[in-house]
């Protein structure tokens, strides 16, 4: 059970670009990252406005002489500090991403980035091999992949309890953009802007999550062709997506479907992935995740609870209270958090061991979803065809 304590001994000296006091996400990297000591804040270029950032980082605590009008300004003046930060999160628009990742590793920051990483497979790629190159490490945010259940189905696929994979369920439709709310919402405006969201909106803002919870729950199943559809309802979304069908054939011969949307009137978020297999079915839904759906052929429903002693050791060791109380985003970015905080630690240590074996969303997971959803436009652009992926 995480109960507070540094998982390094000691704080990792952090900066965040973007985050502001406008910003949908910038609070939930403060949260997940500040919980257990094992960041603190002490730089930042919060906002694209530099006074408005300045005055926010000051109400955040951070001194104003380390509250930055720009990213370039962040990373060269904290470089040339003793005490410089060590890492940066990056929670800005999709379309900086690449170029601030690639500014920071440069730098000689570790990343905490949002997703997508960057909008082509070509700049993933390179991504990939500037960590390599420079020995840092990029995290993507996929937040609730950091739930206890999502690594309790792993741990239940590996073992062989549901047989051999056979078919991945995949959804995130909810329905709050059911009409053109970003006529109204700054926050939402720039997210169903080609200029800034790149070739993609729900495909890449929301499937993703349940790709890459599918991802971690059975990490051995690589996707081999798949074929997409989607639809712009409001209309002035388009060329953007705000539906998409998705069909995935894999390499044992399994198949799975994604169901993407944010027209699904009615629906509060909708994530769910269900994975079944020749003897029984697991399924997960954000809304309700502190349950496992465990389903046996010919047995009675199973519903597996958070932090229950019948879960493995790799469940319960990111419980954060006992079994009963409720856990969500927050405990899962959290235990993101506390996994990146280890895997920068054991980076510049050179613990080659440590690394082989240990799980979190890396530089190639942002790759793959990066490569997903390309592959995704390329298929439905093409009229809804067959594409190796």
Same mark, same amino acid.
């Given at each position: 059970?995480?109960?507070g304590?540094?998982?390094?001994?000691?704080?990792?000296?952090?900066g965040?670009?973007?985050?502001?006091?406008?910003?949908?996400?910038?609070?939930?990297?403060?949260?997940?990252?500040?919980?257990?000591?094992?960041?603190?804040?002490?730089?930042?270029?919060?906002?694209l406005?530099?006074?408005?950032?300045?005055?926010?980082g000051?109400?955040?605590?951070?001194?104003?002489?380390?509250?930055?009008?720009d990213?370039e300004?962040?990373?060269?003046?904290?470089?040339a500090?003793?005490?410089?930060?060590?890492?940066?999160?990056i929670?800005?628009?999709?379309n900086?991403?690449?170029?601030?990742?690639?500014?920071?590793?440069?730098?000689?920051?570790?990343?905490?980035?949002e997703?997508p990483?960057?909008f082509?497979? !070509?700049?993933?790629?390179?991504?990939?091999?500037?960590?390599?190159?420079?020995?840092?490490?990029?995290?993507?945010?996929y937040?609730?992949?950091?739930?206890?259940?999502?690594? #309790?189905a792993?741990?239940?696929?590996?073992a062989?309890?549901?047989?051999?994979?056979?078919?991945?369920?995949?959804?995130?439709?909810?329905?709050?953009?059911?009409e !053109?709310?970003?006529?109204?919402?700054?926050?939402?405006?720039w997210?169903?802007?080609p200029?800034?969201?790149?070739?993609?909106?729900?495909?890449?803002?929301?499937?993703?999550?349940?790709?890459?919870?599918?991802?971690?729950?059975?990490p051995?199943? #690589?996707?081999k062709?798949?074929?997409?559809?989607?639809?712009?309802?409001?209309?002035t979304?388009?060329?953007?997506?705000?539906?998409?069908?998705?069909?995935?054939?894999?390499?044992?011969?399994?198949?799975?479907?994604?169901?993407?949307?944010?027209?699904?009137?009615g629906s509060?978020?909708?994530?769910?992935?269900?994975?079944?297999?020749?003897?029984?079915?697991?399924?997960w839904?954000?809304?309700?995740?502190?349950?496992?759906?465990?389903?046996? #052929?010919?047995e009675?429903?199973?519903?597996?609870?958070r932090?229950?002693?019948?879960?493995?050791?790799?469940?319960?060791a990111?419980?954060?209270?006992?079994?009963?109380h409720?856990?969500?985003?927050?405990?899962?970015w959290?235990?993101?958090?506390?996994?990146?905080?280890?895997?920068?630690?054991?980076?510049?240590?050179g613990?080659?061991?440590?690394?082989?074996?240990?799980?979190?969303?890396d530089?190639?997971?942002g790759?793959?979803?990066?490569?997903?959803?390309?592959?995704?436009?390329?298929s439905?652009?093409?009229?809804?065809?067959?594409?190796?992926?």
């Amino acid at each position: 059970m995480i109960n507070g304590k540094k998982a390094i001994g000691r704080s990792l000296r952090w900066g965040m670009v973007g985050g502001g006091g406008t910003s949908q996400i910038g609070y939930i990297h403060r949260s997940a990252a500040l919980r257990d000591g094992n960041f603190s804040l002490l730089a930042g270029a919060f906002d694209l406005d530099a006074q408005r950032g300045r005055d926010f980082g000051v109400a955040l605590g951070v001194a104003a002489e380390r509250c930055y009008p720009d990213y370039e300004t962040l990373f060269a003046a904290e470089a040339a500090r003793e005490d410089g930060i060590e890492v940066v999160s990056i929670a800005t628009p999709n379309n900086t991403h690449f170029a601030i990742c690639c500014a920071a590793i440069n730098a000689g920051l570790h990343v905490v980035c949002e997703k997508p990483l960057c909008f082509t497979t !070509a700049e993933a790629d390179e991504l990939e091999r500037l960590c390599a190159e420079k020995n840092k490490i990029i995290g993507v945010t996929y937040g609730y992949a950091g739930h206890q259940l999502i690594h #309790q189905a792993r741990e239940m696929i590996a073992a062989g309890l549901l047989g051999e994979i056979r078919i991945i369920n995949m959804q995130f439709a909810h329905g709050f953009h059911n009409e !053109a709310v970003e006529l109204q919402s700054e926050s939402t405006k720039w997210r169903v802007d080609p200029r800034f969201v790149g070739p993609s909106y729900v495909l890449g803002d929301l499937a993703t999550h349940p790709l890459f919870i599918a991802e971690t729950m059975v990490p051995n199943l #690589q996707v081999k062709r798949l074929l997409c559809s989607r639809q712009s309802f409001v209309a002035t979304r388009a060329p953007l997506e705000d539906n998409a069908f998705v069909m995935m054939e894999y390499d044992n011969g399994a198949v799975g479907t994604m169901w993407a949307s944010a027209v699904n009137a009615g629906s509060m978020h909708g994530q769910k992935v269900r994975v079944v297999g020749a003897k029984a079915s697991l399924e997960w839904w954000d809304e309700q995740p502190n349950q496992l759906r465990y389903e046996i #052929q010919g047995e009675p429903v199973r519903i597996m609870e958070r932090g229950m002693g019948y879960l493995n050791e790799r469940a319960l060791a990111d419980d954060r209270i006992g079994g009963g109380h409720p856990e969500g985003l927050f405990e899962a970015w959290s235990n993101l958090y506390h996994r990146f905080a280890q895997v920068i630690d054991a980076t510049d240590r050179g613990d080659s061991a440590f690394l082989q074996d240990f799980w979190y969303p890396d530089v190639h997971a942002g790759l793959m979803g990066v490569r997903w959803v390309e592959q995704c436009v390329k298929s439905a652009d093409a009229g809804a065809v067959w594409v190796d992926f």
